[in-house]
């Protein structure tokens, strides 16, 4: 049994690079719109507007200058600090540095309190511009207050980038800081207002500008020099404590921010074929094997997270549930179950290949499919004295047919309850859901019909570059 070629977690780096380029031709846009507004703002009264129209050509010019010289003046002192902290980032970044100064950063006094755990998650996946964004943020915590939904799960580490202005040495050292998310404080205290559930998911080990920076913490050819998944993406050293630490430390600012869990994505090995990940030597490996690397990292994780009091949990494959092997990626249920606080499976029924637990067509299954794919976990989950929490991750994003509607979606949700649980999230790679398959705030249950495989279509051709990019395994 084996899962599609498809990898919605990964298209997500794709259509934010597309967002990248937008956003920075926007933000340009709003600086030139915001000074126009500052300096052209109509005046209070007609005579004022008339004496501003008559101002002389002498008074625009000796703006201009003005705002010209500001600029030279912002300009100097951003290349001098931009100067400095070259400097300093490349001492972090050698190989001689110590783990405070790579990781070291002084205790936050100011961060938001912690927004305690709802009894049950139902949550929504929030990428870094949607949070950015007040307009969509105050969209998003409007569906949040209307519905059943308690929890969004945030963009704090993605495509080794940190979404918001951060005091870790080596996130700045090596360039990875963004300020994609301008007011993080402000962020977490409006949820904490809106009795919305803070998630912070942290990309692991999928980290190419750390793996850039130091290729002596990443995989390496066994040839010599770098190694690249298919997709010409490098990868860290899953053993590798450096590595443990780097994130570990990205962890600890967000819960001092104010992000009430840690959600570790990422966690686990390249998916190549077997050829590929031959060619890759793991440094840090000393004899383990790949499930005992990823237990490792868990464990030392709470290890240093332990005096926070927060849920450390973790991302899964879908198979992850009832597959008897890591799958080569490092992950076994029965190495994770018993040190995290839950497992998140994503159960995206896209994701499933046909045939898959004898369901002939997955992705227009999506009942059966996540009811079975959470059953195994639940069987799995009851050898345990304490288990983890099961969180399903759901599907809300179309990939293949059908085109994904609500009545899709609600069937996933109902999927997880009969197969005995209560609790999931949504993913949507740019965080826009169908409110429409979502319970109202006080407990109305939409009423959909059940999507039937009967009524599907196949298309006679798949075009490649789709809305998600180009899918690979997840």
Same mark, same amino acid.
């Given at each position: 049994?084996?899962?599609?070629?498809?990898?919605?977690?990964?298209?997500?780096?794709?259509?934010?690079?597309?967002?990248?380029?937008?956003?920075?031709?926007?933000?340009?846009?709003?600086?030139?719109?915001?000074?126009?507004?500052?300096?052209?703002?109509?005046?209070?009264?007609?005579?004022?507007?008339?004496?501003?129209?008559?101002?002389?050509?002498?008074?625009?010019?000796?703006?201009?200058?003005?705002?010209?010289?500001?600029?030279?003046?912002?300009? +100097?002192?951003?290349?001098?600090?931009?100067?400095?902290?070259?400097?300093?980032?490349?001492?972090?970044?050698?190989?001689?540095?110590?783990?405070?100064?790579?990781?070291?950063?002084?205790?936050? @006094?100011?961060?938001?309190?912690?927004?305690?755990?709802?009894?049950?998650?139902?949550?929504?996946?929030?990428?870094?511009?949607?949070?950015?964004?007040?307009? &969509?943020?105050?969209?998003?915590?409007?569906?949040?207050?209307?519905?059943?939904?308690?929890?969004?799960?945030?963009?704090?580490?993605?495509?080794?980038?940190?979404?918001?202005?951060?005091?870790?040495?080596?996130?700045?050292?090596?360039?990875?800081?963004? *300020?994609?998310?301008?007011?993080?404080?402000?962020?977490?205290? &409006?949820?904490?207002?809106?009795?919305?559930?803070?998630?912070?998911?942290?990309?692991?080990?999928?980290?190419?500008?750390?793996?850039?920076?130091?290729?002596?913490?990443?995989?390496?050819?066994?040839?010599?020099?770098?190694?690249?998944?298919?997709?010409?993406?490098?990868?860290?050293?899953?053993?590798?404590?450096?590595?443990?630490?780097?994130?570990?430390?990205?962890?600890?600012?967000?819960?001092?921010?104010?992000?009430?869990?840690?959600?570790?994505?990422?966690?686990?090995?390249?998916?190549?074929?077997?050829?590929?990940?031959?060619?890759?030597?793991?440094?840090?490996?000393?004899?383990?094997?790949?499930?005992?690397?990823?237990?490792?990292?868990?464990?030392?994780?709470?290890? &240093?997270?332990?005096?926070?009091?927060?849920?450390?949990?973790?991302?899964?494959?879908?198979?992850? @549930?009832?597959?008897?092997?890591?799958?080569?990626?490092?992950?076994?249920?029965?190495?994770?179950?018993?040190?995290?606080?839950?497992?998140?499976?994503?159960?995206?029924?896209?994701?499933?290949?046909?045939? +898959?637990?004898? *369901?002939?067509?997955?992705?227009? +299954?999506?009942?059966?499919?996540?009811?079975?794919?959470?059953?195994?976990?639940?069987?799995?989950?009851?050898?345990?004295?304490?288990?983890?929490?099961?969180?399903?991750?759901?599907?809300?994003?179309?990939?293949?047919?059908?085109?994904?509607?609500?009545?899709?979606?609600?069937?996933?949700?109902?999927?997880?309850?009969?197969?005995?649980?209560?609790?999931?999230?949504?993913?949507?790679?740019?965080?826009?859901?169908?409110?429409?398959?979502?319970?109202?705030?006080?407990?109305?249950?939409?009423?959909?019909?059940?999507?039937?495989?009967?009524?599907?279509?196949?298309?006679?051709?798949? &075009?490649?570059?789709?809305?998600?990019? @180009?899918?690979?395994?997840?």
């Amino acid at each position: 049994m084996a899962q599609q070629n498809a990898d919605v977690r990964t298209s997500v780096s794709q259509w934010m690079n597309g967002r990248r380029r937008y956003m920075a031709a926007a933000m340009v846009a709003l600086v030139f719109m915001v000074v126009a507004v500052a300096r052209f703002a109509p005046p209070a009264d007609i005579a004022s507007a008339e004496a501003a129209a008559e101002a002389p050509a002498e008074r625009v010019q000796a703006e201009q200058a003005a705002l010209e010289g500001a600029a030279l003046h912002a300009d +100097s002192v951003a290349a001098a600090e931009a100067l400095a902290a070259g400097a300093a980032g490349q001492e972090i970044v050698m190989a001689g540095a110590t783990s405070e100064q790579m990781f070291g950063f002084a205790p936050i @006094t100011d961060g938001v309190p912690r927004v305690p755990r709802p009894d049950v998650m139902k949550g929504l996946y929030l990428n870094a511009y949607a949070v950015g964004s007040q307009r &969509k943020l105050d969209r998003l915590i409007g569906i949040a207050n209307a519905t059943e939904i308690n929890t969004f799960v945030i963009d704090v580490k993605e495509g080794g980038e940190v979404s918001y202005s951060t005091r870790v040495p080596m996130v700045r050292a090596i360039g990875a800081e963004r *300020i994609y998310i301008s007011d993080i404080r402000g962020v977490l205290k &409006k949820l904490r207002e809106n009795g919305i559930f803070p998630v912070a998911r942290i990309v692991v080990f999928k980290d190419g500008p750390l793996a850039k920076a130091r290729a002596d913490w990443a995989v390496e050819h066994v040839d010599g020099g770098e190694w690249l998944d298919r997709d010409g993406y490098r990868w860290l050293d899953s053993y590798n404590r450096h590595v443990w630490d780097y994130n570990i430390a990205i962890a600890r600012e967000a819960l001092e921010l104010g992000f009430s869990e840690i959600q570790w994505d990422y966690v686990r090995f390249p998916d190549v074929p077997g050829t590929l990940m031959r060619q890759g030597s793991w440094p840090a490996a000393e004899g383990r094997s790949k499930a005992d690397g990823i237990r490792d990292f868990i464990i030392y994780s709470r290890e &240093k997270l332990a005096s926070y009091d927060v849920p450390i949990t973790a991302d899964v494959f879908g198979l992850t @549930t009832s597959a008897g092997t890591d799958m080569g990626i490092g992950q076994l249920w029965e190495k994770l179950a018993d040190v995290t606080d839950a497992l998140l499976p994503m159960v995206y029924p896209s994701h499933y290949a046909r045939g +898959s637990y004898g *369901i002939a067509h997955p992705n227009a +299954s999506p009942y059966e499919t996540v009811k079975t794919a959470l059953q195994h976990g639940v069987r799995r989950n009851a050898k345990f004295e304490n288990p983890p929490r099961i969180v399903a991750w759901l599907q809300d994003f179309t990939l293949g047919a059908p085109r994904y509607e609500a009545a899709h979606v609600r069937a996933q949700i109902d999927a997880v309850y009969d197969a005995g649980l209560k609790e999931w999230v949504l993913w949507h790679p740019g965080s826009n859901y169908t409110i429409e398959a979502l319970a109202t705030a006080n407990g109305v249950v939409p009423r959909l019909p059940r999507p039937s495989a009967d009524s599907v279509v196949e298309p006679v051709e798949t &075009k490649p570059g789709g809305p998600l990019g @180009t899918p690979i395994q997840h």
